[in-house]
């Protein structure tokens, strides 16, 4: 079946830092990858997503490259601010079904 | 544009109480509809999914069950709540777009569910 593994967290980072979050997945066929947001008390939003091989989503100032060599969609961010402090969630979906990653809870620090 | 209506925000309820969330998505016609739940910690748990008027999934047995009785209408009951349906539950859609793909699930706020 499918999965998802991404970083395990918390993460805590001081602002204007560097931020890369860690996700490889496994999937048979062709899947569409995500990065989702949460934050707190909140529902999930979609941060960005790549269809195909290849594909760079960027949103916000996040990026995260579909890399089917190494079946990897990290998340980066060249300078992360206190409003980035949330939850996040990769995941991929094939067919009509969504899986998740665990979610990695990022904090950052003035 | 789409939106996604879910309610109520939040939920006390007692054990033994019957359950009814329900979650409405508007500006979209025939889409996939899901119901997820998430436990303490950040996981999410995929609960039912929908393609289909009448047509549910069960992802996991459980004490829940999901109804759709309209095409943007998904309700996700309970006729005895336990103490383990405590949980933030989330409602999603998504559309089956081009070339056989599905787009991104757009999620709702969310139902904190306390069960006491």
């Known amino acids: 079946g499918n999965s998802v593994t991404q970083m395990e967290g918390p993460v805590t980072l001081s602002e204007e830092a560097f931020l890369t979050i860690n996700c490889t997945y496994t999937?048979?066929?062709?899947?569409?990858l995500f990065w989702y947001v949460q934050y707190p008390g909140e529902g999930l939003q979609l941060l960005l997503k790549?269809?195909?091989?290849?594909d760079k989503g960027s949103n916000k100032g996040f990026e995260a490259t579909y890399r089917k060599e190494t079946t990897s969609f990290h998340l980066e961010k060249g300078s992360v601010q206190v409003s980035d402090s949330a939850v996040y969630f990769c995941?991929?979906?094939?067919?009509?079904?969504?899986?998740f990653g665990e979610g990695t809870q990022l904090t950052v620090n003035p | 544009s789409q939106t996604i209506h879910q309610w109520p925000a939040t939920l006390v309820q007692p054990v033994g109480s019957p359950l009814s969330l329900e979650c409405t998505v508007e500006?979209?016609?025939?889409?996939?509809l899901y119901w997820y739940r998430q436990a303490a910690g950040r996981g999410l748990q995929l609960l039912f999914y929908?393609?289909?008027?009448?047509?549910i999934s069960s992802e996991v047995p459980q004490n829940l069950s999901a109804s759709r009785p309209q095409d943007r209408q998904f309700i996700l009951s309970s006729k005895k709540l336990l103490l383990s349906d405590s949980g933030f539950y989330l409602c999603?859609?998504?559309?089956?777009?081009?070339?056989?793909?599905?787009?991104?699930?757009?999620f709702g706020n969310g139902t904190r569910l306390t069960v006491t």
């Open positions: 929908s393609v289909g008027i009448g047509q």
């Open positions: 999937a048979t066929g062709y899947p569409s």
């Open positions: 999603a859609w998504s559309v089956l777009a081009d070339r056989g793909y599905n787009s991104p699930l757009h």
């Open positions: 790549a269809t195909k091989a290849d």
């Open positions: 995941a991929l979906i094939s067919g009509s079904r969504l899986t």
């Open positions: 500006g979209t016609s025939n889409p996939n």
